[in-house]
């Protein structure tokens, strides 16, 4: 596996794969690997040629008393990861390379961004779009892999990239879970071992809630009591629990074919998401 980290060496190596003719696929992360990042490189395998790995722990995208400092990096044990699953490029660009001196462009995508994380945390959609609309022009893939874990920013970058005329495809992979249910977080680290256990309470809550709500429950009680049950299991804040619509992102006040439950919350100094279809 070759580790670029300057965009001379980059765009040969791309020009290389291309002149092959070989289908390039781009798996974008911070880093701090786990399986569900490795399912991304899985499924990327799977519908390309070539698999482009990006890590940069993005500075914009984190909010003021965020945990940018605190945010795992290991790269050394990420590339080992990456290079035994296959991966032919890790693009582990210097902050330069995606900040040159005097940046000065930001890319807002509104509606979508509105409302879920976007109301709790003013500014990351804007630096998530940003980081991810040089990434694609930096490798030109010709497809991209995101998680549906972070179901919000998956849309916003599906906007962005109708807005901005990038062509190519935006592929979202189903979240991956411990087996109690848990979806897996490179935040899930932060985690003490009681608050692992009573991290269990989100998915559970919800999974009982969208069963609710598919059966023809009134969404405002169901949604309440869910997020009483939280409270009573060790989360301390809940920043949303809200049923949308898994395409516009629109909130919905009674039950539809594609109603998604969307939550936030707080156990400990850790903020834990999740979104499940209501089916
Ligand atoms: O999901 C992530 O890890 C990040 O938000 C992304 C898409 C790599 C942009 O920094």
Known sequence: ???????????????????????????????????????????????????????????????????????????TADATLLEAAGVELLWAPTADQIYPSGYATNVSVSGVSDGLCGAARPGHFDGVATVVAKLFNQTRPDAAFFGEKDFQQLAVIRRMARDLDFTHDIVGVPTVRDPDGLAL????????????????????????????????????????????????????????LELRDANTLAVLDIFAQSARLFAAAHIGETRLIDNIPVS
């Open 185 to 240: 977080s490179s935040r899930n680290a932060y985690l003490t071992g009681e608050q692992r256990a009573n991290a269990v309470a989100l998915p559970d809550a919800m999974r009982e809630a969208a069963k609710a709500i598919a059966a023809g429950g009134e969404v405002a009680a169901i949604l309440s009591d869910a997020k009483r049950r939280l409270l009573d299991s060790g989360f301390h804040k809940i920043d949303y």
């Open 1 to 75: 596996m070759q580790i670029v980290r300057q965009l001379a060496p980059l765009r040969d190596a791309l020009a290389e794969f291309r002149k092959a003719g070989l289908k390039i696929g781009l798996v974008p992360t911070m880093g701090a690997l786990h399986a569900g990042h490795m399912r991304l490189v899985e499924v990327a395998k799977q519908q390309c040629d070539v698999v482009v790995v990006s890590i940069f722990v993005n500075p914009t995208q984190f909010g003021e008393g965020e945990d940018l400092d605190a945010y795992p990096r290991q790269e």
